[in-house]
């Protein structure tokens, strides 16, 4: 079944549950790779045309992960949604919550604040998507004496992974705390519905 009903996750909300952590397990280390060979390239030693294929790489799928995440919210507020699963207090009702709701923010804040960053970027550095390298900026160029610097929203975009990290090991904690210490079946109706 496709759509989700109040007892289960359909098979859109897996799929894109599962190919969007897939995705952002190949952006990260994307960027990781990609300002490492930048640093290099800066300090007189590296290659810009590798610098060049990973940012391309990097913005491209950081484009799809937004457009996925954006589809996958749409789905989620149009569907029924199945409730927790099995018998929590307050407090774990609440922390599920939160987690969720974080790890949507983060699912947003993570590739706004790398196209910001690329946008307000002083130099001529392109944006990608696919074939096209000239998307168009979200933020102006910084102009000088501005705060909105590409180093502000690349420290933002810096913070996202620190903070996404802390929280997908709750999230992963969790699932399965459910799954194998509770016996409530959450992490296989998220896989098999
Ligand atoms: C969910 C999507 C994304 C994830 C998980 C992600 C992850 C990362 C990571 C881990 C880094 C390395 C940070 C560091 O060295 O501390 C990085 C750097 C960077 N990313 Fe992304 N990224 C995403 C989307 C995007 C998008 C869509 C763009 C631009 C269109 C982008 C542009 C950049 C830029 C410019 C940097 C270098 C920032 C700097 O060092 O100031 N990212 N990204
Ligand atoms: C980057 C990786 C991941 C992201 C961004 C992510 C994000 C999310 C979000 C936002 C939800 C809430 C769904 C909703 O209410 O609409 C969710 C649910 C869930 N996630 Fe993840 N997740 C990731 C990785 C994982 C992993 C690795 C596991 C398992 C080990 C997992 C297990 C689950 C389970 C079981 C649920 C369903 C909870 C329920 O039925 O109420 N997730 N995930």
């Not at 894109?16 to 280390?29: E, F, G, K, N, R």
């Not at 919210?73 to 969720?100: D, E, I, K, Y």
């Not at 900026?137 to 705060?147: E, H, K, Y």
Request: aromatic residues 14%; charged residues 10%.
């Amino acid at each position: 079944m496709l759509g989700n009903t109040p007892a289960r996750w359909g098979l859109v909300t897996r799929s894109l549950h599962w190919l969007i952590a897939a995705m952002i397990l190949v952006q990260l280390p994307l960027g990781f790779l990609m300002v490492d060979a930048y640093d290099a390239w800066q300090a007189g030693h590296g290659d810009p045309a590798l610098v060049m294929k990973l940012s391309r790489a990097h913005n491209t799928n950081g484009f799809l992960i937004l457009i996925l995440v954006m589809l996958r919210l749409s789905w989620r507020l149009g569907n029924p949604s199945p409730a927790l699963p099995g018998a929590l207090v307050a407090w774990q009702r609440f922390v599920a919550r939160a987690t969720h709701v974080a790890l949507y923010a983060l699912l947003f804040i993570f590739p706004l604040s790398g196209w910001a960053a690329l946008s307000a970027w002083t130099g001529d550095f392109p944006i990608y998507f696919f074939g096209w390298d000239n998307v168009f900026r979200i933020v102006p160029q910084a102009a000088p004496g501005s705060p909105f610097t590409s180093d502000l929203f690349g420290e933002i975009h810096e913070s996202c992974w620190k903070a996404g990290a802390a929280i997908l090991l709750l999230h992963i904690s969790a699932a399965l705390w459910h799954e194998y210490i509770r016996h409530d079946g959450a992490l296989s109706r998220m896989w098999r519905g």
